[in-house]
């Protein structure tokens, strides 16, 4: 058939359609399309609709043909509307919000150029030609409508054409930084201060599933579009995706099975799209998705991923990014999760400090190593006051912190302190076990003046620290008499009067003298408590050797000798104080011979 005839066939079935509808003709057809039904005729449905031909076709009667049924038509019953005002020549507006409806139905209905001239597909196919597929934003909408009519969307690839049309005009519209490459190791860092800002199209790509998404994304990567750049995109997504999960909270689940597993899904595919560059994503995001990951089970690769990325920037966190809650739903577990930060910290020493140290970008080692060390210290103190954190597991993450981040011991010793506090029914040996974490050479002044009177100690320790705090006061009194400088003698008239150089240092010599005398005092106090508790364990066996005289006969060359002091716990420390030589006694001196007498006076 030529065109000619068929602009003439396709005029007179318009003005046909026109004269039905005007002249309000009776239908001939019911169409039920769902729960609706629609009262039709059958002339404009078969001019246009190759199915409806084909249904009313193969009816074996004319009741059957006055009756059709159209169960799955993509869009239901309003795009079913569309294309039966499409068939009667009655206007209606094409926009982006009905394209997607009207071409799939199109297809689906077989309204192609074979029924008629300028058929419904032709006319949807140049609207999205010309019109949706020139905007961005238009193209998102149009995808986003897509997502329900699969899989047709996909027969007729408008899912694939509105994708390839959003990364292209993604990729004009976007202007990012380039990466700082590194010629030794091929790594990727993005420099702090030119992480790429959100762009306007981001938002809108937050309304797409998350399978979509993902092909939006995987596309925008094929154009050259840098991983590193994704990052606030992927934020935003998450952020809108995830809300409502209380991954802030204790005590039972309140999400159904379905939305778990559809946030589920959807933070996996998160994850899988992370850029690989170091410091894309900031620490605190990466803790946000780390607690909904293990609130919602996802894979252990999922969550491994996400604790390597954490201690590869560990230097970056805070506090409140490694109090993860434990979701363990009973009150046996602990808190937190002390396995994951014991993880991240491992990850951290494996890999984020020998990357640090193979690379040659001007990171400063040591201050990193200091912030993290602060951190894990100050996470030891949160963690301390929690009943259930076992012993084991303090002491694990405790020796993980390296000793070159600890400057001086006074977090440790605060960690300690509240640890012992929190769990009062431990035994000696874990008493020392828990004290042997910190060093007591490094505490500062204020933390010995605090653990010299510290009744949660062990006496060992507390004599440590006493014994390290006067070692440190006799060479900061040795290190100050041996800077002054040697003074002429003073004149009569002026010897009252000092410079006041060397009274300030007078007074200074003075007060650590004070103090010297102070802790030697304390230490005799200690000393003399020792030996009270000697005697007394002496009186005690020497009067159960009394009471027994008086049951069983007894030597008398037993009797006539003293008994025998028992080997107690307090001689042992007494020798050790002995040992320990606080009051500065030279080994040298001669021992003064037993028949002569002293006397105090």
């Not at 139905?105 to 140049?126: F, G, I, K, P, Q």
């Not at 028992?566 to 001196?589: A, D, E, H, Q, W």
């Amino acid at each position: 058939m030529s065109a000619k005839k068929k602009d003439l066939l396709s005029s007179a079935m318009k003005r046909t359609s026109e004269w039905i509808s005007s002249q309000e003709v009776s239908s001939d057809v019911t169409v039920h399309v769902g729960e609706a039904s629609f009262s039709l005729h059958k002339f404009p449905l078969l001019s246009k609709c190759g199915l409806i031909k084909k249904l009313v076709s193969e009816s074996k009667n004319d009741s059957d043909a006055s009756v059709i049924k159209i169960p799955d038509i993509p869009g239901g019953s309003e795009a079913f509307e569309l294309t039966a005002k499409f068939c009667y020549g009655i206007n209606f507006d094409m926009s982006t919000e009905n394209i997607a409806m009207l071409r799939c139905a199109a297809e689906y209905l077989d309204m192609t150029e074979e029924h008629s001239v300028e058929n419904l597909v032709v006319r949807a196919e140049a609207y999205l030609n010309e019109v949706a597929l020139k905007s961005l934003s238009s193209a998102i909408t149009v995808l986003h409508k897509s997502e329900d009519l699969l899989p047709i969307a996909e027969r007729v690839k408008l899912v694939s054409r509105c994708i390839d049309a959003i990364a292209y005009m993604t990729c004009q519209e976007s202007q990012f930084c380039s990466p700082t490459s590194n010629n030794s190791n091929n790594e990727i860092v993005v420099q702090q201060s030119k992480q790429p800002v959100v762009d306007w199209w981001a938002e809108d790509l937050t309304v797409l599933r998350i399978d979509s998404f993902q092909r939006v994304l995987i596309a925008i990567m094929a154009r050259g579009f840098k991983q590193y750049g994704l990052g606030p995109v992927l934020m935003l997504y998450a952020q809108k995706s995830l809300r409502g999960l209380e991954i802030f909270a204790k005590g039972i689940k309140k999400i159904e099975p379905k939305q778990e597993h559809e946030k589920r899904v959807i933070l996996e595919t998160i994850v899988s799209l992370l850029p690989r560059e170091k410091n894309a994503m900031s620490v605190s995001f990466l803790s946000m998705l780390l607690r909904a990951a293990i609130y919602l089970e996802t894979t252990v690769a999922c969550r491994l991923d996400l604790e390597k990325r954490m201690g590869l920037q560990l230097p970056q966190a805070v506090l409140d990014d490694l109090l993860i809650p434990s979701y363990s739903f009973t009150g046996e577990h602990s808190l937190f999760d002390t396995d994951a930060v014991q993880r991240i910290l491992m990850n951290y020493l494996e890999f984020g400090v020998e990357g640090v140290r193979l690379s040659n970008n001007g990171v400063d080692l040591g201050s990193d190593m200091e912030r993290v060390g602060k951190l894990m210290e100050n996470y030891l103190a949160e963690i301390a006051s929690d009943r259930n954190v076992s012993l084991q597991k303090f002491i694990g993450l405790a020796e993980l912190i390296p000793e070159q981040s600890r400057v001086t011991e006074d977090g440790m010793y605060r960690a300690v302190d509240i640890y012992l506090k929190a769990h009062p029914n431990m035994n000696d040996v874990e008493k020392k076990k828990v004290c042997s974490l910190m060093d007591c050479q490094k505490l500062s002044r204020e933390a010995c003046a605090h653990a010299a009177q510290n009744d949660r100690l062990p006496v060992q320790t507390i004599v440590q620290v006493l014994y390290y705090e006067q070692q440190r006061l006799r060479g900061e009194v040795t290190n100050d008499s041996e800077a002054l400088p040697p003074q002429p003698p003073p004149p009569a008239a002026a010897a009252t009067v000092l410079p006041p150089k060397l009274s300030s240092y007078n007074d200074e010599l003075s007060k650590l003298k004070r103090e010297n005398q102070d802790l030697k005092l304390e230490i005799l106090k200690m000393k003399m408590k020792l030996k009270e508790f000697e005697k007394e364990n002496e009186k005690k066996s020497s009067s159960t050797a009394m009471s027994s005289n008086h049951s069983s006969p007894i030597s008398t060359a037993s009797m006539d000798k003293p008994p025998l002091p028992r080997k107690s716990f307090m001689n042992s420390v007494s020798r050790k104080l002995g040992k320990l030589n606080p009051f500065g006694i030279t080994p040298g001196r001669t021992k003064p011979p037993k028949d002569r007498r002293h006397s105090i006076s």
